[in-house]
């Protein structure tokens, strides 16, 4: 793959995107490298967690619009290129990350910008390095509105109002400041972001496989449920999970005061 990387240790796959020369935004070719390492990923049962992350110093400056900014060709015009560009490339892109059926952490390294930001939240958990910055570049200072799913995720993770003020006036905010309005997890020192990456992945893979994805499906199912139909959910959703192995092993580790084997 020209613009991924994939390393797996242990149970965990480190997937990297690897455009540092263009600060590792996104083209067509980088959707299309991450959707295949994906798919790889997800059909292996051996791999119980993920990182992703990027090389060098920017962690995604958002996608890579050249054709579009300069108002498309003869045959087609900006908004028809974005739209082939949106719809068949970074969009599947996003929705794969959204559905892996195993814990991902993000480990954000550097910049995120537009596109950059809603990779960095399309994660489980993210964790940034204290010098990672967040700012939405189409924002209405440019007359659009954020992407990728940004405007999905911005208000339910920092709340309608500073997700209106952050895509209205396109401020950059810092780690810190990502980590106080719960945008993201946690933000460490630099030079200890994988470390702490990886600690959590580790963590994360000595869970039962499945539980990441049925925590997010509930999540997201809560956000347009009102409670009595949430709660339907929840008793239907954990009269299945009660029945699962992973629990009878967990329960019999708790019972034996020893680690639980979910493998």
């Known amino acids: 793959m020209e613009t991924i990387t994939v390393e797996v240790r242990d149970a965990i796959a480190i997937v990297k995107i690897s455009r540092p020369e263009a600060f590792n935004s996104m083209n067509e070719q980088m959707s299309i490298d991450a959707r295949q390492a994906l798919a790889v990923i997800r059909q292996d049962n051996t791999i119980r967690a993920m990182i992703l992350t990027a090389e060098g110093r920017s962690f995604c400056a958002g996608a890579e619009l050249s054709d579009e900014l300069s108002g ?14 949106m719809r068949d490339h970074t969009n599947p892109w996003i929705h794969d990350l959204h559905n892996m059926p195993i814990p991902v952490v993000v480990a954000i390294n550097g910049v995120a910008a537009g596109a950059g930001v809603g990779l960095a939240l399309a994660g489980d958990i993210s964790i940034a390095a204290n010098s990672a910055t967040f700012i939405l570049t189409f924002s209405a200072k440019l007359g659009l509105i954020p992407d990728v799913g940004l405007t999905w995720q911005l208000s339910r993770r920092i709340g309608m109002a500073r997700a209106t003020a952050l ?5 950059k905010i810092n780690a810190q400041q990502a980590v106080e309005w719960g945008l993201i997890w946690q933000s ?13 992945a ?4 000595k869970m039962p496989r499945h539980a990441a994805l049925e925590l997010r499906q509930a999540l997201h199912h809560a956000q347009t449920m009102p ?10 959703r954990q009269c299945i999970l009660i029945e699962k192995p992973e629990f009878r092993e967990g329960v019999a580790a708790f019972k034996e005061k020893r680690a639980p084997n979910f493998r």
């Open 72 to 85: 498309g060709d003869a045959q087609h015009s900006a908004g028809s290129r974005l739209n082939a560009t």
């Open 188 to 200: 460490v020192d630099d030079d200890r972001l994988m470390e702490a990456a990886l600690s959590t």
């Open 227 to 236: 409670l009595e139909a949430q709660l339907d959910y929840e008793r239907r």
């Open 202 to 205: 580790d963590r994360l893979a």
């Open 167 to 171: 895509a209205l006036l396109g401020d």
